[in-house]
Structure formats: C-alpha cells, structure tokens
C-alpha cells in the first residue's frame, strides 16, 4: 500500500508540474520598432600601395620607405579619438614565373588606416601623402552616437510595443496583459563607402583635400517578445 501511494504522489507531483511547464493558452506573440537617422561621425580612409622587383630585400625597403613616409605625416596631425592611424596588412610573397613555376621576383603590399571625428584634416592628410595611394574611403557611426540613438529611440520601440500589446488584447476580448519574456535589440549600421578621386602611385595631389560626404545612418531598435492576456486592464 505505501508503495502503491508513492507512485501516485510522484505521478500527481509530475502531473503539477507538467501543468505549471505548459505554455499559458492566451499568450500572444507579437513586435514593435522604432528608428532615427543619425549624422555619421567617424571617417575612416586606408592607404596602400604595392611594389615588386627581383631582390625580396629591394621590394621590402621600397615599402618601409613608403609607409614610414606617410606615417611622418600622418603622425603631424594625430589626436587620440579625432585622427586615429595606425599600421595595416604588411605582406610579401614571391612571384612565381607560370611557364617554369620558380621564382622570377617579389611582391608585397603596405596599407595604413587613419579614422576619427576630424573629417575635416583626415581629408586634408589624404591630400598630402604622395606615397600611399587611396584604397578605400568610408564612414561610420560611432559607438557613443549610436548608444545616444538607442537610448533616444528605445522608449519609442517599447511604448509602441505596449501599444500594440493593449490594442490586441481588446481585439481580442481581453482586458489587459501582462508581459512575459520580452527581448529589446537594436540593428547597428555598417560604414557607408564614400567615392573619392584615386590618384596615381606616388603622384601628389598639390595638398588638395579629399572630397567627401558623411551622410546619415539608421540606428533601429526591436522590441519582441510575449505578453499574457488577462481579462482584468493592465496597471498603469
């Protein structure tokens, strides 16, 4: 008889708590956005440049020379969050004949990337060094800006989340909710390229500054998530 009692416990117990897993029957799904435009601040610009010979040694000093050219110049107006630069790829790799396959000479690449909130003398620098080419152009959201735009915009999202949450209830008879799990993301904007005039290899541009545009990004916050319907109005 105890033993016959046990089982039934334990089977009522899981019983409970199968019913108390279950997923409440009047949960509704449901999501709400919001968005602004926001200025981008942060110009990003790489330069690069190639060369290649026979001697591997020749090929890496004519790069060293180039790079340590453009950063003397780059380092003339460098500020912490404004002009931004440092060193990028770096390579150098044999250049192979394709009737023969052996080696016929080298070639490599240097890059260095300058970014920051000073547009005005990032454009500036790009006119005055003659011994990097311009490879890309870009801007960018800064993590400070987008992180104001959230916050901005995030009562917004969820405000028409609740919205949307009392206006269903209603629909569907109910006279309320209440909230359940709900998630709040945000879509963050990637840089947007910029065209710029290219220039040949070493040519200078006469100090003449880089053309360029900032535009806007769209910073966009998601609220998703479930809400319980009730049939007593939601608090206030």
């Known amino acids: 008889m105890r033993a016959v009692l046990a089982l039934s416990l334990v089977a009522a117990s899981l019983a409970a708590q199968a019913a108390s897993d279950a997923p409440p ?6 999501a709400a956005s919001a968005s602004a435009e926001v200025t981008r601040d942060i110009l990003g610009v790489t330069f690069s ?3 290649e010979g026979a001697d591997a040694a020749g090929v890496q000093s004519a790069l060293k020379q180039a790079l ?3 950063l003397a110049e780059a380092r003339k107006v460098a500020r912490p969050g404004q002009v931004d630069v440092q060193t990028g790829g770096f390579s150098l790799a044999p ?3 394709p009737k023969s396959g052996k080696i016929n000479g080298w070639q490599g690449s240097a890059e260095l990337m300058v ?6 003398a990032i454009a500036q620098l790009a006119g005055r060094i003659g011994t990097l ?8 959201l800064s993590r400070e800006a987008r992180e104001k735009a959230e916050s901005d915009i995030s009562a917004q999202a ?15 008879g ?27 290899k070493a040519a200078p541009m006469a100090d003449e500054a880089l053309p360029t545009e900032a535009g806007k990004a769209t910073v966009t916050v998601n609220v998703n998530g479930s809400v319980q319907l009730t049939r007593e109005a939601a608090p206030r």
């Open 25 to 30: 029957r009047e949960r509704l799904s449901l």
């Open 115 to 120: 970014e920051g909130r000073d547009a005005t």
């Open 95 to 97: 250049r192979y004949d």
């Open 158 to 172: 969820i405000g028409r989340f609740r919205a949307k949450a009392a206006d269903y209830a209603r629909q569907f």
């Open 49 to 51: 440049t190639s060369r």
């Open 68 to 70: 340590d050219a453009a």
């Open 133 to 140: 080419t311009i490879a890309r152009v870009g801007y960018s």
């Open 174 to 200: 109910y006279g309320g909710y209440v909230l359940g799990e709900v998630n709040v993301s945000s879509d963050e904007p990637g840089p947007r390229p910029v065209m710029a005039l290219m220039r040949a």
